[in-house]
């Protein structure tokens, strides 16, 4: 769920690192976290729309590695300066999101389900949320429904990803090894085992960082290509975002949970979102339909949006005891949208800039895992 500010650039001492701005990248994010929220609030009609998710996972790999491969290059990359990035980013939303959800839960569940959500939040805190969760059910069992923390699996497979790929990233530099090979090598392995996993434990290839490794190095394949090989992506710029949206469309219209997920399957929203991606700002679709202000507005909270969104529907079914009326399903959309722009606004984006905030949000996300 990684995302950057218009401002970045502006603000950030480490600017060179940073990739330049891009609204459409923005606007994707607002499709892959509508997707999402579809088909958490209506999956009878929505039935692919966790293809989200994939997307969500590609856009990430692409903006770490572009950091990461930048600052290496340049020397300027730093480890610490790196963490503390993502510590304010990921963490004010995510903080905030559990504890309310602590709160509510304290009056609304039962003290065996109030214990399940503590070792939830507990697991989201240190970031292991998709081992839990695999050890627990599948993703689409019915007992999914009653889990207000579920979706806190695809933020751990990012924060392991942001643990190990900057260290792998400057053990690699040092040594003076190709960063494409290793990506490359990454994605092909990451992806044989996702095939595997597949037929032998579909569990453990939805979950599990080995088997979902690849979508982030597609991002990082990409990344790569932009800062290296640019020619190759600025010819057919056009043709490449077509080519982008139509995987996308195909994939929201032909996958549901019934197919064994991600395996092949998961190529049509990964590669569309790596066509998309690689067209570039000024590609029609991506200038005049992505880069809207709408579609950016909803990237830049899609991160809240996203936290938000879930946990609504969640209690919704748990207090009804059954998935909730069509007509809450509706209304937790707008209220969603409501607390991740007030999250965005009042939370996400000071703490962005605060430079000695990290400590503090380490030591309150300690808090936080400890009271789960």
């Given at each position: 769920m990684?995302?950057?500010?218009?401002?970045?650039?502006?603000?950030?001492?480490?600017?060179?690192t940073?990739?330049?701005?891009r609204?459409?990248?923005?606007?994707?994010?607002?499709?892959?976290?509508?997707?999402?929220v579809?088909?958490?609030a209506?999956?009878?009609?929505?039935?692919?729309g966790?293809?989200?998710?994939d997307?969500?996972f590609?856009?990430?790999?692409?903006l770490i590695s572009?950091i990461i491969?930048?600052?290496?290059?340049?020397?300027?990359?730093?480890?610490?300066?790196?963490?503390?990035?993502?510590i304010?980013?990921?963490?004010?939303?995510?903080i905030?999101?559990?504890?309310?959800s602590l709160?509510?839960?304290w009056f609304?569940?039962?003290?065996?389900?109030?214990?399940?959500?503590g070792k939830?939040?507990?697991s989201?805190?240190?970031f292991?949320?998709n081992?839990?969760?695999?050890?627990?059910?599948?993703y689409f069992?019915?007992?999914?429904?009653?889990k207000p923390?579920l979706?806190l699996?695809t933020l751990?497979i990012?924060e392991?990803?942001?643990i190990?790929?900057p260290?792998?990233?400057?053990?690699v530099?040092?040594?003076?090894?190709s960063?494409?090979r290793?990506t490359?090598?990454i994605a092909v392995l990451?992806?044989?085992a996702?095939?595997?996993?597949?037929?032998?434990?579909p569990?453990a290839?939805?979950?599990?960082?080995?088997?979902?490794?690849?979508?982030?190095?597609?991002?990082?394949?990409?990344?790569?290509?932009t800062?290296?090989k640019?020619k190759?992506?600025?010819?057919?710029?056009?043709?490449?975002?077509?080519?982008?949206?139509?995987?996308?469309?195909?994939g929201?219209?032909l996958?549901?949970k019934?197919n064994?997920?991600?395996?092949?399957?998961?190529l049509?929203p990964?590669?569309?979102?790596?066509?998309?991606?690689?067209?570039g700002?000024d590609?029609?679709?991506?200038k005049y339909l992505?880069?809207?202000?709408?579609?950016?507005w909803?990237?830049?909270i899609?991160?809240?949006l996203?936290?938000w969104?879930?946990?609504?529907?969640a209690?919704?079914?748990?207090?009804e005891?059954?998935?909730?009326?069509?007509?809450?399903r509706i209304a937790?959309?707008?209220l969603s949208i409501?607390?991740?722009t007030?999250t965005?606004v009042?939370a996400?984006?000071?703490?962005r800039?605060?430079k000695?905030a990290?400590?503090?949000?380490?030591?309150?996300?300690?808090c936080t895992a400890?009271?789960?």
């Amino acid at each position: 769920m990684n995302s950057y500010s218009p401002t970045a650039a502006s603000t950030n001492p480490l600017a060179l690192t940073h990739p330049k701005y891009r609204p459409d990248i923005d606007g994707l994010r607002a499709v892959a976290v509508l997707s999402v929220v579809g088909f958490h609030a209506f999956p009878g009609r929505a039935k692919g729309g966790f293809i989200g998710v994939d997307i969500f996972f590609v856009i990430s790999g692409y903006l770490i590695s572009s950091i990461i491969f930048s600052g290496l290059e340049t020397g300027s990359f730093r480890i610490t300066d790196f963490y503390q990035r993502r510590i304010r980013r990921i963490f004010p939303a995510l903080i905030l999101v559990m504890l309310a959800s602590l709160s509510f839960g304290w009056f609304a569940l039962l003290a065996e389900e109030y214990t399940q959500l503590g070792k939830h939040v507990a697991s989201g805190a240190a970031f292991v949320s998709n081992l839990i969760f695999y050890s627990e059910s599948g993703y689409f069992d019915n007992a999914a429904g009653t889990k207000p923390m579920l979706h806190l699996w695809t933020l751990a497979i990012e924060e392991q990803f942001y643990i190990y790929w900057p260290l792998m990233l400057a053990f690699v530099w040092k040594r003076k090894w190709s960063f494409l090979r290793l990506t490359a090598l990454i994605a092909v392995l990451s992806f044989a085992a996702n095939i595997y996993l597949v037929s032998h434990n579909p569990s453990a290839a939805f979950y599990w960082p080995i088997s979902r490794s690849w979508e982030l190095m597609i991002g990082g394949i990409l990344a790569y290509i932009t800062l290296h090989k640019q020619k190759l992506l600025i010819e057919r710029k056009n043709l490449q975002s077509v080519i982008g949206f139509a995987l996308l469309g195909a994939g929201l219209a032909l996958i549901t949970k019934d197919n064994a997920f991600p395996s092949w399957w998961a190529l049509m929203p990964t590669l569309g979102a790596f066509f998309i991606i690689s067209g570039g700002p000024d590609a029609w679709l991506n200038k005049y339909l992505l880069s809207s202000t709408p579609m950016v507005w909803i990237g830049l909270i899609s991160y809240p949006l996203y936290l938000w969104h879930w946990p609504i529907l969640a209690f919704a079914r748990i207090l009804e005891s059954e998935p909730p009326y069509r007509n809450i399903r509706i209304a937790s959309v707008p209220l969603s949208i409501l607390l991740a722009t007030i999250t965005y606004v009042c939370a996400e984006k000071p703490l962005r800039s605060a430079k000695k905030a990290a400590i503090y949000l380490l030591f309150t996300m300690s808090c936080t895992a400890t009271l789960g």
